[in-house]
């Protein structure tokens, strides 16, 4: 029973396809991350949105591009990925932005990139 | 900005001992301190979290305990079981950033 639902669970993409990882949330928390997990390291912070503002983006390379349509939706855009990129993407929320309150993570998507 | 260390990066326990796990920090703004559990192959799941005004708290088997003098917070599990073993991540917040820590490889043997 996750709060925070991501979809797809697994993704196989080749450097030139385009496509897109899914978040939703119902708690009616104003902030949403997305962070990249390699293995056996821990999350590393993507983007913050912060009541549907982007609110930082820790110099994320514009192969990713994040959307927030509304408060309870993320969508992180993938276009040209490089092998590298093959990772775990975990969406979190939170009540208010981090660093105040705890982070709800999705079960994630595990992305390879061919 | 903040920096988060973690130590031990693996450790090793007898069903039924305790394992403490410690992290410093550098930020003395940082006033919010969680720690994840991630078993493998799922999502990291918070356990315990302390703020800055409170020294210790406690969940049932799961205590943390911060030192704001020193900088450094501790994971104390106690009667541990199997299924504790998982990673844990601390995790202390800077800048409105969560900086976690690289990670404890916990493992608990039967």
């Known amino acids: 029973d996750t709060e925070v639902t991501q979809t797809p669970k697994h993704l196989v993409m080749g450097m030139t396809n385009k496509k897109s990882l899914k978040c939703e949330q119902h708690m009616g928390h104003r902030a949403m991350y997305w962070y990249k997990q390699k293995a056996k390291k821990p999350p590393e912070l993507m983007f913050v949105y912060s009541y549907e503002k982007l609110s930082i983006n820790e110099s994320v390379p514009s192969r990713f591009s994040p959307e927030c349509p509304n408060s309870s939706l993320l969508n992180l855009h993938l276009h040209a990925l490089q092998p590298e990129d093959s990772a775990l993407y975990l969406c979190?929320?939170?009540?208010?932005?981090?660093?105040?309150?705890?982070?709800?993570f999705g079960n994630g998507t595990r992305l390879t990139v061919t | 900005g903040e920096n988060v260390e973690q130590h031990p990066s693996t450790l090793s326990v007898q069903e039924g001992d305790s394992a403490v796990i410690k992290c410093t920090y550098s930020d003395s703004a940082s006033n919010y301190f969680p720690w994840y559990k991630q078993e493998l192959g799922k999502r990291p799941q918070l356990i315990i979290d302390?703020?800055?005004?409170?020294g210790e708290k406690k969940d049932q088997r799961i205590a943390v305990t911060l030192n704001k003098t020193a900088k450094h917070f501790s994971l104390h599990i106690t009667e541990t079981q199997p299924e504790d073993s998982a990673v844990y991540f601390c995790a202390a917040s800077g800048n409105g950033k969560l900086i976690f820590g690289q990670g404890t490889t916990l493992q608990v043997k039967p």
């Open positions: 302390i703020r800055s005004n409170v």
């Open positions: 979190a929320s939170s009540q208010v932005r981090q660093g105040a309150a705890p982070l709800h």
